[in-house]
């Protein structure tokens, strides 16, 4: 069997057992491995599980990952009427529009620049 389909034989082991509910540790674990072995799109999904969301927001701007509806759901915490973590939110949302239209998902990015006017 050639190393290739070993990895990923290997990688697939590794991502069927470790799901969202798994502990963070755990899943943080396993990011840093899909890190290391430069398979981002995996990552992200697991530092978002593990509320590494900066984190993971610098993986979709560093690597140029497309950033998806599905994605965004994840990454944005729900609206709050605390003030700090609305400002963050914004804060993401603001991020979240740019890469997006940076990405040329301009559908993506009028959203949640119009998200971000609701709110202010």
């Keep these: 069997r050639s190393s290739a389909a070993s ?3 290997r990688d697939r082991r590794i991502t069927n057992e470790v799901g969202e509910e798994s502990d963070p540790e ?3 674990g396993v990011a840093n491995y899909f890190l290391a072995n430069q398979q981002y799109d995996k990552a992200i999904h697991l530092l978002i599980a593990s509320k590494q ?3 993971a927001l610098e993986l979709f701007i560093d690597h140029n990952i497309e950033i998806t509806e599905e994605i965004v759901s994840k990454l944005l915490p729900a ?6 973590d609305e400002k963050r939110r ?3 949302l603001r991020t979240i529009a740019m890469k997006a239209e940076k990405q040329g998902n301009f559908e993506l990015a009028s959203k ?5 006017n609701e709110i202010n």
């Design 53 to 55: 969301i900066d984190k």
């Design 26 to 28: 755990t899943l943080l």
């Design 112 to 116: 949640k620049y119009m998200e971000l």
């Design 7 to 9: 990895d990923c034989i």
């Design 79 to 84: 609206k709050t009427s605390n003030m700090g």
């Design 90 to 92: 914004q804060d993401l």
